[in-house]
C-alpha cells in the first residue's frame, strides 16, 4: 500500500503554498518558536545557559516524522511527542516552560494563516496584471452580451474581462482588510489568563507576546481568549478565501459557455491563428475544474462556519481535527484555483469570425430596446412600443425583425432609420469600453510597479 | 387557510429590521427611486412634465399588494406587474425610461442590505454595551475555567464575557469595514454597458449615477458588471452576519453549560438572590435558541456561498428565488439572535454559593501547573515533576492530592507549602481582570457616548 | 407595515402542500390528537367523563391565533399556551394528562413530515408522466450529444429525458422507502422514558401507542429515544427531498444551455409552430428558478445536517428554531420545484430546424469515434488512429474534416467510406432510443394506472 | 520538502478503508477491470489474442506512479496517461477499445464506494454489538436524565447506550437499501448511448455490461446516463455516511457534557475501580474528535449537495476535483469516526458514586411529575397543581423541595406520601429498562452470529 497523498497539495497547489503547511516545515517552525520564547525566557531569569538554546538550535533542522509518530502512539498526545522528540535530539529539557500545547500550536498556525493569505494576496496580484493584459486586448473585441444565457445587447470581451477584475478587486480589498486586522493568540494558557506565564516569568511577560508579534509582523494580539483563538477569525479566512475563488469562478462558467458555442478556447497553441482554424484543445477542461474548486471552497467554507459559535467554555479540541483539513486545504484550493485561472488566462483565445459572425446575426434583436428609446423620444408611450416591438421579436427571426417592426402602421421609425441604426456594434456598446479602462486602471493602482510580467509558479 | 408567515420575521426579528425588509416598504422605496431618476431625467431634457412627477408623487403610498400581484399573475413579471401598477395608479406612462428590472431592483436592494448593516452595527454597540456591563459586574467573580469541559485553572466569569466581547469587537471591525465599502449596484442595464440609459440620458448620465449614490450614502460605485452586481458581494455580507453571531453563541453555549451545573441562569427574576435561590427559570431556552439560530446562520451561508462564482455571462434570475429568502431572512435572525442574547444579558443571574463551592472543590487539582513551575524554580526538571503530579492527579480525589504527592520522595515541596500556594484563587487567575478590562476599554472607544443604556427593541 | 409572509409558501409552494403546513391546521390536527389520547385514557380508567370529550370537540375549529399568541408571550411557552387556549373554549381541563410538550408536537410533526413526503412522493409519480410523454414525443429528435459542453456524439432529445426520468425514478425508490421505515415518535415523556405516561394510564399505555401509530398509517415507532426523536432522521427526510431535486434541476440546467443555442424553449404558445418560429418567451426563467430552488435545497440540507449529531443528553429546543423554518420551507421549495419543473414540461418546444441545422453541421466531428473503430477493424493500431483523427479534428472546421484525414497517407478509409458513414444521424446515437425505452417501462410499472393525465395543482 | 499525506487517510481510516481508495490499487482496479473487457471483447470477435490478454495480466501489479504522473504532465489528461503505461509496460495496444475515459473511472469507482459502503456497514455492525455490551452493563445504572441540560427525569445510562443504537439501526436499514440499489455506470460512452461500445462489439454488447455487474456483485446497471452516472447518487452516498455518523455523533456529545461533571470517562485503565478512583484520562478528546469528524462530514455533503442537480447536458469533468477529494475523504472520516467510537465503548467506564450522588441529590425535583400525576388521581386540577409544583421547584432547592410544598393548604399529598414515592429511583424510571431490551434485541437480530466480539483493526 502506498502513501496516500494529499491531493490537493499534490496536484493542484504550488510548491510556495505547500511548503508553507507542510509537515516538516511546521515543526522546524515550531522549534524556532520555542527558541525564540525560551531566549526571552533567559533574559527573565529562568535557569537556562547559552549551552541549552546552543543545543536545541543544533538539532532544528533533524526532523524525522517517524520517530515523532512512535512518541505520539505512546503518548496520545501529538504535542508532547513533538518536546520529547526535540528534547532528546538536544539532550536538554528546558523548552515548553510555562506553555500549554495550544500556545505553541494556536500561534503557529496563525503564522501559518498570515503567510498563507499573503501568498494568496499575491497570486491574486498576479491574476489582476493578466486579467489587465485581456481587458486591453479584447477592449474593442464587440460581441453578443447575454442575460438569461440569450442574446440581450452587445458588450465587449474586454468588459468582460473587467467585470471578472472588479469583482475581484473588492475581494482584494477585503482580504487585505484582514491580513491587517488578523492578531496573534498570544501566550494564554489552557484556560488564557496567562497564568502558567507569569508564573514561568514574572513581569516580564507582557513583553514577551509583544516582542513575538513584532517578530511574526503582527499588529495585534487577543487581549482576552480561553485556550483558543475564536474559530470565527477561522471562519473569516476561509469565507474570504471563497470570496476570491468567486470572480474567477463566475469567469470560467463563462467561459465555457462561450467555449460551447465556439467563441473561445481556454487552451490555445502557441502561433495558431484564431480567425482561420479550430481549437486544438476544445474541451475547457480547466474551466471546469476551477468550478469544481469552487464546490470544494463551499464545503470547507461549511466547515469553518460549524466551528464557528461553538466552543465550550475555554475551549477543547473538538475544532483539531477539523482545522487538519479544512486549513491547508483551503489554501491549497484557491491557490491551485488561481494557478489554474493564470494558465487559462495565459493560454485563452478567440475565434473572431465566430463572434462576428454570432453579433451579425443577433444584431438587429439586440437593437431593440435602442429601438424601444427611439420610441419614446419620438413620442409614442414607452408601453405601447414595448408591445409592438416584443411581439415581433419574439415571434420572428432576427434577420427579418425590422421589417416586421416597420410593417405597423404607427410605428414611428422607418426600416432605413432601423438600418442605420445597427451600422456599427460599438453604437450598441454603451459605456464598455470606457469601464473596461477604469477598471484597468484601478488594476494598476493595486499592482503600483509590483509586477511587470507574470510567470506561473511550478506545481509541488 | 390562514397566511402563512414568515416565522422569522413574525417571531424573532425586531420592528426596525421587519421594516427594512416589508414588502410595502420595498415598494415605496422604489417608487421614491423611480421619481428621484424621474427628475434627473427631465433635468436632462426628456419629455417630462412637473405633473408628471406629480402625479406619480400623490400615489406614492397607495400600495395594494392584490393588485399588483394580480398583474404578475398576467405578465409572469414582477417589476413589469409594479410599473403597470405605479402607472395605471398616477395615470402617467414615464417611469422606468432608460432602465431595466435589475436597474430597479439591483440598487433597491443593496440599499436595502446597507440598512440591514446599519441596524445591525447598531445591535453590535448595544450588545458590547451590554457586554461591557457584565465584565464589570463579575470582575471578581473566580471561577473555574475548564478545557475540554473539566476543570483546568482559574479564571473569572468577568473575562468569559470580555472573551465573548472581543471576539464580537472583532467581527465589529469587519462589518464597518464592509459598509464602508459596499457599492451601489448603479443604472447599468441588461448587460451592464449603461447602453439604454445613455440612449435615453446622453451625457448627464454619469452625472446620475453619481447623484444616486450620494442620495443613498454610498461611497462606491461598480464601474463594470453586467445584469447584476456580483453575488461574491453578497455572499461577504451574509458570511459576516454568521461571523457576528458567532460570539454570542459561543457564549451561549457556555451559559447553557454552567446552567447544567447550576452555577447560573439565563433568567433571573428581578429582586431574587442568587445566593441562596434557585433558578426560577432552570431551562436555557434561549441560549438553546440562539445556537439554533446559528444553524440557520450556518445554512443561509451555505446558499449565499453557492451563488458566488455561479454567474452565467451578464447574469440572469436564477439567483433571484434565493435571494428573496437568504437576504431578509439572515438579517431576520441575526437581529432576533442579538436581540435574544441582550434579553439574557440583561437577565441573567449567578449562584454565587455553587460557583465558590465548585471552585474550592477543584483548587487543589487547577494548581496543579503552579505546582510544576514552583517545582521547575526548586530546580526539578520539568517532565519528572510533570510525571510525578501527573500520577496523583488522575487518581486521587482533589482533596486528597496535595498529601498524596507530598509523599513522594523527592518532591521539592511541603504540604504546608503547597497549601499556602492556594489561600487566594485570585492567586490563580493569572491576569484574567486585567486582561477583562483592556476589553472593556476597547468597548468604551466604540461606543464612545453613543449609548448610555440600552432598552429592548419591540419585536414586531 | 404588512404581515412579512413566508415567500415560498406564498409564491411557490402549492395549495396542498401549505394547507398541511399551515399554522391553523397545525392547531387543529394537535386538537384532535389531544382528543385521540383523552379517549384512550378515558378507557384506560382516568376520570374523563364523555361531556368532557365533548367539550373539546365543539370547539376544535375554533382557532383564533391573535388570542394563542397573546398567551405565549405570557407564559413564554408556546405549547403551554396553546393547551390554555384549548381548555379555556372548552371549559375542561383534562388534556395532555401524562404527556410533556414534545410527546404533542414531536409526534404531529412526523405526522406533517410524513404527509408531506406523500404528497412529494405524489408529486414525483405526476412528473415521471410527464418526463414519459416528453420521451415518448422526441425519441427520435436526434441533436448533438454534448461532453465538456461541446458537440461529442448523437443523441436524442428522448433520452436526454430519459436520462432525467432515471434519475428520478432511483430518488424515488429511494423516497418510498424513507415513507415505509419512518417512525412515530411516541407517548415518551421529557426523557423518554414514558414515567409520565405510565403514570397516567398504567400497563395500557403500551396499546395506546400502538393505536396512535396504527391510526396515523405508521409502521414503526421508536423504542428508545429521550425527549425529542434523533434529527437524524430530519436529515434524512431533508437530504431525500434535495435527492429528489436533482434530476429536475439538471435537466433544468441543460434546457437553459439548449435554450441559449436556441434549440428548445421552456415556454411555447398553444398552437405555435416551432420549426419556423421563435419561442415567444426566450428567457429560461423557469429554469433558472428550478436551479435556485436548488440553492435553497442545499441550504436548507446543511441546516438539517447541522442538527443530526448534535443532541445533548435527552435532548432540548436547540432545534426548535431550525425546524420551524427547514421542515416547511423544504417542502414549500420542493414542492414549488416540481410544479415549476411540471409547466416546464407542459409548455416546452423545439426549434427542429434549428437542431437539424447544428447536428448537420458537426456530424463530421462526431463520426471521429466511430472512424476511429473502423479503424482499429481495418488493422490499424486504436493510439495511432487516434493520433491521426485528433490532429485533424482539433485544427479543421467540421465540413472538411473527411477531406483533411482522408489526405493521410497510410489512413485506411476513403472519403467516399466516410460520407457513406454519417448518411443516417441514428445510426450515430447507439442505443439511445432502446434506452428511453427502457426508461418508459419503468415509469409505466410506478404510474401503473395512477394517472392518466396531469393537471397541475394552484398555487396557494 | 516532504510528501504532503492525506492526513485522514494517514492518521484517522482504518488499513482496509485506506487499502479500498489507494492509488496503487485504483490502479491494479483499473486493469482488471480492462482485461475483463478485453476477454468479453475476444469472444465478440474483437481481433484480440491469448498473448495480447497474457501480456497485459504479467504486468498488472507493475504500478510506478511516478512514471505514469510523468505521461500525465505529457498528455495533460489522467486516463490517457494510464492506457499508455500500462500499453507500454505490456508491449500491447489493445486495452479501452470501444471505451471513453468515463467507462473505466465511473465503473471504478461506483465498485470502490460499493465497497466503502460494505465496509461501513461491517463497521456499524461491530458498533452495534460493542453498543449492546454497553446497553447490558448499564442496564440498572439509574441516573438522572437531563431535557435542556438540567436534570428532568431518570433514566438509565443503559438507555442512553440504546438510544444511540436505536438510531444507529434506522440508517444502518437505510445504508443496506442503498447497497442494494446502488448501479453500475456501465459502458455508456461519451455521451450515454453506448455507440462506441456497439461499434466495437455489436450484438453481444449488451451481455458485456449484465456480465459486468455480475461480476462486481450489482444487481442494478443503469439503463439511461450520458458520460456520468447522475451525481445525486454520490450525493445519496455522503449523506448517508453522515446519517450514520450522528448517533456515534450525539453520544461524543452525551459522554462529553457527563465526563464534564465527573460522571464518566471515555478512557479507564483496565483493572482501575471507578468508584474510588479519578479517571487516569479526564480529557474527553476522543468524544470531542467525533464531534469534529461530524464537522468535516457535513462540510463534504455540501460539496456533494452541489454536485446533484448541476450537470451540464452529457457531463463534464467540473466534477472531477471534487469527487477526487469528496469520496475518499467522507469514508476515511466516517471509517475514522466508528473507529475512534468503538474505542470509546471499550474504554469506556463510570464513576458510580458521582453517579448516584447526583441522583440522590436531584431525586425531589425529578419527582415532580410523578407528583403532579398523583395530584390529578386526587382530584385536582393538572394546571393547579402544576402551578403548585412549579412555584417550589423553582425557587426551593431540590433537599427542602417537599417541605415546601406540604405546606401548601390544598395540596392532597402528605410529606410521608412524598417520601414514600421516591424511596426507589427505579421508580422513576419508567420503561427505560424494558426500551434498552427491546432494542438490544434489535441488535441482535442484525449481529445474527455474524460478529461474538469485536476486535478493532489497525489503522494504517
Not at 489582476?128 to 442575460?147: A, D
Not at 477569525?233 to 468567486?246: C, G, H, M, R, Y
Not at 473596461?436 to 499592482?447: E, F, H, P, T, Y
Amino acid at each position: 500500500m502506498s502513501i496516500t497523498p494529499n491531493v490537493l497539495a499534490t496536484r493542484y497547489a504550488t510548491k510556495e503554498m505547500v511548503a508553507i503547511f507542510d509537515p516538516i516545515n511546521k515543526i522546524i517552525n515550531e522549534r524556532k518558536f520555542w527558541i525564540t520564547i525560551l531566549k526571552l525566557q533567559q533574559k527573565a531569569g529562568l535557569p537556562i545557559t547559552d549551552g541549552d538554546i546552543k543545543a536545541y538550535e543544533q538539532v532544528i533542522e533533524k526532523v524525522e516524522l517517524a520517530s515523532i509518530d512512535k512518541r505520539e502512539i505512546k503518548t496520545r498526545h501529538d504535542v508532547k511527542a513533538r518536546i520529547e522528540e526535540f528534547n532528546a535530539l538536544s539532550g536538554v529539557e528546558k523548552i515548553h516552560i510555562g506553555l500549554t500545547s495550544r500556545d505553541l500550536t494556536e500561534n503557529i498556525e496563525v503564522i501559518q494563516i498570515k503567510a498563507g493569505l499573503e501568498l494568496i494576496e499575491y497570486r491574486v496580484l498576479q491574476t489582476l496584471f493578466l486579467l489587465g493584459e485581456k481587458i486591453s486586448k479584447y477592449e474593442k473585441t464587440y460581441m453578443v452580451g447575454r442575460s438569461h444565457n440569450v442574446a440581450a445587447q452587445v458588450t465587449t470581451l474586454g468588459k468582460r474581462f473587467a467585470s471578472c477584475a472588479e469583482e475581484l478587486l473588492f475581494a482584494h480589498t477585503a482580504l487585505k482588510e484582514l491580513i491587517v486586522r488578523l492578531p496573534l493568540r498570544g501566550i494564554k494558557g489552557p484556560v488564557g489568563t496567562s497564568q502558567d506565564a507569569l508564573d514561568a516569568m514574572g513581569k516580564d511577560f507582557t513583553n514577551l507576546e509583544e516582542s513575538i508579534a513584532d517578530d511574526y509582523g503582527f499588529e495585534n494580539t487577543w487581549a482576552s481568549v480561553g485556550q483558543i483563538y475564536p474559530r470565527s477569525v477561522d471562519f473569516e479566512v476561509v469565507s474570504k478565501l471563497l470570496q476570491i475563488a468567486s470572480a474567477p469562478s463566475s469567469m470560467a462558467t463563462t467561459i465555457r459557455l462561450m467555449a460551447g458555442s465556439g467563441l473561445v478556447s481556454e487552451g490555445f497553441k502557441a502561433g495558431q491563428v484564431g480567425s482561420s482554424a479550430m481549437p486544438h484543445k476544445k474541451n475547457s477542461r480547466s474551466s471546469e475544474r476551477i468550478n469544481g474548486m469552487m464546490v470544494l471552497l463551499r464545503g470547507y467554507n461549511t466547515m469553518a462556519s460549524d466551528l464557528a459559535g461553538d466552543q465550550w467554555n475555554e475551549g477543547d479540541v473538538s475544532c483539531s481535527v477539523v482545522r487538519r483539513v479544512v486549513i491547508p486545504d483551503t489554501f491549497y484550493v484557491l491557490d491551485g484555483l488561481l494557478h489554474t485561472f493564470m494558465t487559462i488566462l495565459q493560454e485563452f483565445g478567440v475565434f473572431e469570425e465566430k463572434i462576428k459572425a454570432e453579433l451579425d446575426e443577433q444584431l438587429p434583436l439586440l437593437a431593440t430596446t435602442k429601438l424601444l428609446m427611439e420610441c419614446v423620444k419620438a413620442g409614442m408611450g414607452r408601453e405601447v412600443a414595448h408591445q409592438i416591438i416584443k411581439k415581433h421579436s419574439t415571434t420572428t427571426a432576427p434577420s427579418e425583425l425590422f421589417a416586421a417592426i416597420g410593417s405597423e402602421k404607427e410605428f414611428p421609425l422607418s426600416l432605413e432609420q432601423m438600418n442605420r441604426l445597427i451600422q456599427n456594434p460599438s453604437d450598441f456598446a454603451g459605456l464598455s469600453v470606457e469601464q473596461a479602462n477604469k477598471v484597468k486602471d484601478m488594476i494598476k493602482l493595486q499592482i503600483n510597479g509590483k509586477l511587470s510580467k507574470v510567470e506561473l509558479t511550478d506545481l509541488r
